[in-house]
């Protein structure tokens, strides 16, 4: 089984020094580029607008730096600022940015048909992701269960690649040292984190029976179960995942659950074509 290698971001340290990740090839670092991701990435994530001193305090870089960075994202309509209280949040112009996205990719229209099928059939919110090493997993498709249960995940949404089912499925796939794993393993936030033991046994139990299912790990009282998408070298690029309520899905219907994902991630993974 061939693995993936798994892309790392660039750190900023202190006094907003960008200490690049080491990804097996030479890329030379662009600080201001680096700083301006952080932003937005910051700024998507928060619920509330931001001020200078909370986004460069966050960030570790030097407020007048970050005031100058902003200032830009302003003015390309990436972010905007609050006149009254100087809080920057998202701007309209990152939806133009993320439609033309969507719009090129294939795997969302591909798949939203079967993510809808599975979703009506077993009351689980069936969810589409598309994998970047082990750094995180972007929510491409969704379709939610009418169950009373809840997910609450919205297409973009980002998540540690490690956790849960998927996370499982990436740990098996990865080429990077264990240590490394481990290392990443022992940063994510679980609601009742396995033991590194154990979960080192269902990562490789994912290489033999081609999914993987999380019992209450990730959130307590839910199941998440995964299959993987992978493209013409067996590289692994996305997963297919269903999510439901625990009591409602015993063993035996989590095994039959998780082998109809295999089959549909199967084919998904024949056709090249929709996963680009």
């Known amino acids: 089984m061939k693995t993936v290698s798994a892309p790392k971001k660039p750190s900023i340290q202190p006094g907003g020094k960008v200490v690049p990740a080491s990804t097996g090839r030479r890329v030379r670092p662009v600080p201001a580029v680096t700083r301006a991701v952080?932003?937005?990435?910051?700024l998507g994530k928060s619920n509330i607008g931001l001020g200078v001193k909370a986004i460069a305090q966050e960030l570790n870089l030097v407020p007048s730096t970050c005031l100058h960075i902003l200032r830009v994202l302003v003015e390309e309509d990436l972010i905007k600022v609050d006149p009254a209280t100087k809080r920057y949040s998202m701007a309209v112009g990152m939806l133009a940015l993320a439609r033309n996205v969507l719009e090129t990719l294939?795997?969302?229209n591909v798949v939203q048909p079967v993510l809808d099928r599975l979703a009506a059939e077993?009351?689980?919110?069936?969810?589409?992701?598309?994998?970047?090493?082990?750094?995180?997993?972007?929510v491409l498709a969704l379709s939610k269960s009418k169950a009373p249960f809840r997910l609450q995940v919205d297409v973009g949404s980002r998540f540690p690649a490690l956790v849960s089912a998927t996370g499982r499925l990436v740990a098996a796939y990865s080429n990077l040292p264990s240590r490394e794993i481990d290392r990443a393993f022992r940063d994510l936030r679980w609601g009742k984190a396995p033991n590194l033991g154990t979960w080192r046994k269902e990562v490789e139990s994912v290489k033999k029976r081609g999914y993987s299912i999380d019992r209450g790990n990730y959130i307590l009282g839910v199941v998440v179960v995964a299959a993987p998408v992978v493209d013409e070298h067996g590289q692994l690029t996305h997963t297919l995942v269903a999510v439901g309520v625990a009591d409602q899905l015993d063993e035996l219907q989590c095994t039959?659950?998780?082998?109809?994902?295999?089959?549909?991630?199967?084919?998904?993974?024949?056709?090249?074509?929709?996963?680009?």
């Not at 952080?38 to 910051?42: D, N, S």
């Not at 077993?122 to 972007?138: L, Q, R």
């Not at 039959?256 to 680009?276: C, F, G, H, R, V």
């Open 122 to 138: 077993w009351e689980v919110s069936a969810i589409g992701v598309e994998v970047s090493g082990i750094d995180h997993m972007t």
């Open 38 to 42: 952080a932003i937005l990435r910051l």
């Open 256 to 276: 039959t659950l998780a082998q109809e994902l295999k089959a549909e991630a199967e084919k998904l993974s024949a056709a090249p074509s929709a996963i680009n």
């Open 106 to 108: 294939t795997f969302p």
